[in-house]
């Protein structure tokens, strides 16, 4: 790893995140699904409550109210990583990966 760090499923990072339709990025939560070599696996966070997805409250170490985006899925290199900030509960952990695994169904 780049940076030596080794990310878990459910680590919710401050990342580099390139968008779909353009070459721009910006720093952005995210929730890492896994690591492997020099990339994570994540899905994308909103403040946006209003999209579906699973909640992710300020009690739980979010800065505010936001979404877990389990329809948005993609790989970052490890080094677009800036930090982890908190790790999502057990609980939250494996509901995000049913709700995923639902989708792929």
Same mark, same amino acid.
């Given at each position: 790893?780049?940076? $030596?760090?080794? !990310? ?7 990342? @580099? ?9 910006? &720093?952005?939560? *995210?929730? &890492?699904?896994? $690591?492997? !070599? ?5 899905? $994308?966070?909103?403040?946006n409550t *209003?999209?579906k997805g699973?909640?992710? =409250? /300020?009690? @739980? $170490?979010?800065?505010?109210?936001? &979404?877990? /985006?389990?329809? !948005?899925?993609? =790989?970052? *290199?490890? *080094?677009?990583? /800036? ?5 999502? =509960? @057990? ?5 995000? &990966?049913? @709700? ?6």
């Amino acid at each position: 790893m780049r940076n $030596g760090n080794v !990310y878990k499923t459910g680590d919710v990072i401050l990342a @580099e995140i390139q968008f779909t339709d353009t070459f721009e990025t910006k &720093v952005r939560p *995210a929730v &890492v699904l896994f $690591g492997e !070599y020099d990339n994570v696996v994540v899905t $994308g966070i909103t403040s946006n409550t *209003a999209m579906k997805g699973i909640l992710l =409250t /300020k009690k @739980e $170490g979010a800065v505010k109210e936001s &979404v877990i /985006k389990t329809n !948005y899925i993609f =790989t970052i *290199a490890n *080094a677009m990583v /800036k930090k982890l900030l908190f790790r999502l =509960t @057990e609980q939250k952990r494996k509901e995000m &990966v049913s @709700e995923i695994i639902r989708k792929m169904q």
